[in-house]
């Protein structure tokens, strides 16, 4: 099982495409970064990063796992209709306040020797967040469209089990080999 999960997400995983949805998502909040007198707006345009990222990745988790659960999954979506469809989750549910402090909530306990320190965590946080939500959709389009053999013949538990270890395994991958290419 573990293997017919591990080979949807080879015949799935686009470098280029991860690599794109990195620098759109970052981009934006590293060119806000200025000086120390903007150093909370930056602070919040993380924190608001990370909690959206967050709350995407729950919803591409709980589309796989009710798949699992009830072999139901809309079919032949594409990536585009996917992400449509969750960024209408998001907007409907959450707002900006309720974003950023589930970013805080990653953190919460943690302390910081610095600001940077603080910055460069939230960073490598919504970077590996936004790799598993790449993953994530390939997933779901890769099922969404093909006819292949069952992996619905496990428990549900079971295959959530086995598809969160392997999923952690992928994203720590892709991250690594990201971070060596910079």
Do not use: W
């Not at 573990?2 to 949805?21: H, P, S, W, Y």
């Not at 934006?28 to 608001?48: I, N, Q, T």
């Not at 943690?110 to 939500?133: G, H, N, P, V, W």
């Amino acid at each position: 099982m573990k293997n017919f999960i591990d080979e949807i997400f080879a015949k799935t995983f686009d470098r280029q495409q991860i690599v794109g949805a990195i620098n759109e998502n970052l981009q934006p909040v590293l060119h806000g970064r200025r000086g120390e007198e903007e150093r909370e707006e930056y602070f919040k345009k993380l924190s608001f990063c990370l909690g959206y990222h967050v709350k995407k990745v729950e919803i591409l988790k709980s589309i796989i796992f009710t798949y699992f659960k009830h072999n139901t999954i809309k079919k032949n979506m594409d990536r585009e209709q996917i992400l449509a469809s969750v960024e209408g989750i998001l907007s409907a549910e959450t707002d900006m306040k309720a974003l950023i402090e589930t970013g805080h909530a990653l953190y919460d306990k943690t302390l910081f020797k610095s600001y940077d320190q603080r910055d460069a965590s939230y960073l490598m946080s919504c970077m590996k967040l936004i790799i598993e939500a790449c993953l994530l959709v390939d997933f779901i389009h890769y099922v969404s469209n093909s006819r292949h053999k069952s992996i619905l013949s496990f428990s549900p538990d079971k295959l959530i089990d086995m598809f969160g270890s392997t999923l952690k395994a992928h994203t720590g991958e892709v991250f690594q080999s990201i971070m060596k290419s910079m």
